[in-house]
């Protein structure tokens, strides 16, 4: 691939990623529908728990957290599981 070329399509790539995050942006700032994968912070305002109540969680092994570049994430459809497996008793 010629060099041209390469900055063609990494050009290419920015302007998705920027109407992306710009369609992102513009829905409900407080939804979390459009996203799979939530921070720490967003994770526990989903669950309506802390971020500390969400750590023990992760420690007890009630979930299950991917790690980038030092920060967590949890996929927002495991969360939904785990409430939807939550019995009240």
Same mark, same amino acid.
């Given at each position: =691939? ?5 900055s063609?399509?990494c050009?290419r790539?920015v302007?998705?990623?920027r109407?992306e ?11 979390h529908?459009?996203l ?19 750590h023990? =969680? ?5 979930l ?6 030092n920060?967590?994430?949890f996929?927002?459809?495991?969360l939904e ?6 019995v009240y008793?």
């Amino acid at each position: =691939m010629a060099k041209s070329e390469r900055s063609e399509c990494c050009e290419r790539l920015v302007s998705v990623f920027r109407v992306e995050i710009a369609t992102v942006s513009e829905s409900n700032v407080g939804s979390h529908d459009q996203l799979v994968w939530l921070s720490t912070k967003e994770a526990a305002k989903y669950l309506r728990k802390t971020v500390n109540a969400l750590h023990i =969680m992760v420690i007890r092994g009630h979930l299950r957290p991917r790690k980038f570049r030092n920060r967590l994430f949890f996929r927002r459809i495991e969360l939904e599981r785990l409430i939807e497996s939550s019995v009240y008793e």
